[in-house]
């Protein structure tokens, strides 16, 4: 495909941003970043937030990161939960979601407290990945893919095909009423 810039997928914890991340840069020849793993792993972390039980980034010095390892390949595919993290120029933004039973039960499998799992759910319900993503691109830049499919392979076929034949943005899922029926 002759990429350059960035392929950016966000999620929330669990919605399959990683996985995706790695079929992604395997297919395209892009080399995957996981924003999380790279500001822990090289210190990019402003502290440890308690109440929200999670690191925060460094945002800033993260981005510059992400800048440097652009400049050594000709693209990243970057799974994050913040897309202000990630500098362009953005290919294309994946809003990886998941639907909020499944969610729940991956959450609550590694170990999340009652408060970040619900707080991950809303997130998914309000479709907040595809809002953070309208935050630092176009709606037609934007693709919707289930992560936690049982059909992955289809998912990538989704982007990729997406990505090759660009249209105009497709509203995919609508979590709400799932949501709502766990309250």
């Known amino acids: 495909m ?3 810039g960035t392929i950016l997928l966000v999620g929330a914890p669990a919605s399959g941003k990683t996985t995706l991340c790695m079929e992604l840069s395997r297919k395209l020849g892009c080399k995957c970043v996981s924003v999380s793993e790279l500001a822990r792993r090289e210190g990019l972390i402003l502290e440890y937030d ?7 980034l460094d945002v800033e010095r993260v981005r510059d990161r992400i800048k440097e390892l652009l400049s050594e390949d000709r693209c990243l595919v970057v799974e994050t939960i913040d897309p202000s993290a990630v500098p362009g120029p953005h290919v294309v933004g994946i809003a990886v979601r998941c639907p909020p039973r499944k969610l729940k039960r991956r959450l609550e ?3 999340y407290k009652d408060v970040k799992v619900w707080e991950n759910l809303e997130y ?3 479709d907040g990945p ?3 993503l309208l935050r630092v691109m176009d709606l037609d830049k934007v693709i919707e ?3 936690c499919s049982e059909d ?3 998912e990538i076929e989704y ?3 997406k990505m090759r034949y660009e249209g105009e943005f497709e509203k995919r899922f609508n979590w709400t009423d799932e949501f709502m029926g766990m309250l």
């Open 130 to 132: 595809l809002y953070d």
């Open 2 to 4: 002759g990429l350059e």
């Open 50 to 56: 308690d109440m929200r039980d999670t690191w925060v």
């Open 124 to 126: 998914e319900a309000v």
């Open 109 to 111: 499998s590694r170990g």
């Open 152 to 154: 992955l392979r289809g």
């Open 145 to 147: 893919v289930n992560g």
């Open 159 to 161: 982007v990729l095909n």
